[in-house]
């Protein structure tokens, strides 16, 4: 019997394009789009750790690295640690959490899990005062300063779901994700996978 292997991270980097120009038209789609993106990295992360193994690696660096990964598994780790420790064995540098495209990641994943896991918004507002000034919500600051959305304006409440809907935010979440998977990528020891992962992810390109 021969076991055959589906790799899908492609697939879902796929869908997360179409659903962005989907979102050029309807913005709801944009919503789809920054989900799946999120979703299409952590499966390269899976995945990656399946071609260390199924590939018998013969590299120190690796096989250590599929340990580790299989520990961080068993201790449930979240996506961010696990592409820290990977970052850094095959590279013994740090992620860096002030720079892009690490620190954008980090929110990305922030603002996946907040619209996963929705909560109603809550702030107060004062509808009477026309000239009272709002702190604007951390996700659309974050966005608004990295010049991917408009800032808000200063008297619109603080509010930040419709702000994160949109397909620029889609486009920047696809290609932060794209960004994370080359820092892993282009870093890896062994030719052979290397050449593998490549060719899996080959025709994957920024928006």
Not at 91 to 114: M, V, W
Not at 163 to 175: F, G, I, M, T
């Amino acid at each position: 019997m021969t076991e055959i292997t589906h790799y899908n991270h492609g697939h879902l980097f796929s869908l997360a394009e179409k659903a962005y120009e989907r979102a050029k038209e309807d913005c709801t789609e944009s919503l789809s789009s920054i989900i799946i993106s999120v979703i299409a990295f952590e499966t390269f992360l899976n995945e990656f750790k399946d071609v260390i193994q199924r590939y018998q690696s013969e590299s120190d660096t690796l096989l250590s690295l599929k340990q580790i990964l299989d520990n961080l598994e068993d201790e449930k780790a979240s996506t961010i640690l696990k592409t820290q420790m990977i970052y850094y064995h095959l590279t013994h540098e740090l992620l860096d959490k002030g720079a892009s495209p690490f620190q954008d990641y980090c929110q990305l994943t922030k603002i996946r899990n907040a619209l996963i896991h929705k909560k109603p918004e809550k702030y107060e507002w004062e509808p009477d005062d026309a000239d009272k000034i709002y702190k604007p919500h951390n996700f659309t600051k974050f966005l608004a300063d990295r010049g991917i959305i408009q800032k808000p304006h200063e008297n619109n409440p603080p509010s930040w779901y419709q702000y994160v809907v949109q397909p620029e935010v889609a486009r920047w979440a696809y290609n932060v994700c794209i960004k994370m998977l080359r820092c892993i990528s282009q870093n890896i020891p062994d030719e052979g996978i290397s050449k593998q992962i490549n060719f899996m992810s080959q025709n994957l390109k920024e928006l």
